[in-house]
T-cell receptor, first 114, second 113 residues
Framework: GDSVTQTEGPVTLSEGTSLTVNCSYE??????LFWYVQYPGEGPQLLFK?????EKGSSRGFEATYNKEATSFHLQKASVQESDSAVYYC?????????????FGAGTQLIVIP | GGIITQTPKFLIGQEGQKLTLKCQQN?????MYWYRQDSGKGLRLIYY???????QKGDLSEGYDASREKKSSFSLTVTSAQKNEMAVFLC????????????FGSGTRLTVL
């Protein structure tokens, strides 16, 4: 079946340092890949999505490239801020799957220290 | 814009009790979802509904019932609460078919005593 594996958290960084959260996926189909972010006390919200292989998505200084060969979608940011402290979820949905069947990773908690 | 409202924010029940969680959305979205969030396990789909009066089971539907009384509301019932069910339950909605975005509520935290 479909699955998503991501960096186990928590990840603790100092403000201004760079971030990489690894995301690997398994599927036999052609997925759209997503990064969602969940701030404390809120529900997850879409950070960005990428429907096509070899394309890059970005938002709020975060970016990820859909690497079909490596089956990866790693999240990166050059310089994190304290306000980036949140839980980050990698997810996939296959175009042929039933509506809403997003498969989420376990989530990676990011803690940014000022 | 719109909003998804989940009630209550915190729900405390006794083991074996039947408990109901409610969700309202004013996006006018067709599709609604219930996810369970457990620490270290991500989000798992319990039930979803493509339109009013439709119900579809997700990966974790055993022990739960759902009801889509009208387009704007979707409720989830824990039929017999168990201590290992303590988690956050998230409601979401989306426009409908296609590669659309899910919009989530802020969750109901369930504690079973």
């Amino acid at each position: 079946g479909d699955s998503v594996t991501q960096t186990e958290g928590p990840v603790t960084l100092s403000e201004g340092t760079s971030l990489t959260v690894n995301c690997s996926y398994e599927t036999k189909q052609y997925p759209t890949l997503f990064w969602y972010v969940q701030y404390p006390g809120e529900g997850p919200q879409l950070l960005f999505k990428v429907p096509k292989a070899n394309e890059k998505g970005s938002s709020r200084g975060f970016e990820a490239t859909y690497n079909k060969e490596a089956t990866s979608f790693h999240l990166q940011k050059a310089s994190v801020q304290e306000s980036d402290s949140a839980v980050y979820y990698c997810a996939l949905r296959n175009r042929g799957s039933a509506l809403g069947r997003l498969h989420f990773g376990a989530g990676t908690q990011l803690i940014v220290i000022p | 814009g719109g909003i998804i409202t989940q009630t209550p924010k915190f729900l405390i029940g006794q083991e074996g009790q039947k408990l109901t969680l409610k969700c309202q959305q004013n996006f006018n979205h067709d599709t609604m979802y219930w996810y369970r969030q457990d620490s270290g396990k991500g989000l798992r789909l319990i039930y979803y509904s493509i339109t009013e009066n439709d119900l579809q089971k997700g990966d974790l539907s055993e022990g739960y019932d759902a009801s889509r009384e009208k387009k704007s509301s979707f409720s989830l019932t824990v039929t017999s609460a168990q201590k290992n069910e303590m988690a956050v339950f998230l409601c979401a909605s989306s426009i409908g078919l296609g590669e659309e975005t899910l919009y989530f509520g802020s969750g109901t935290r369930l504690t079973v005593l």
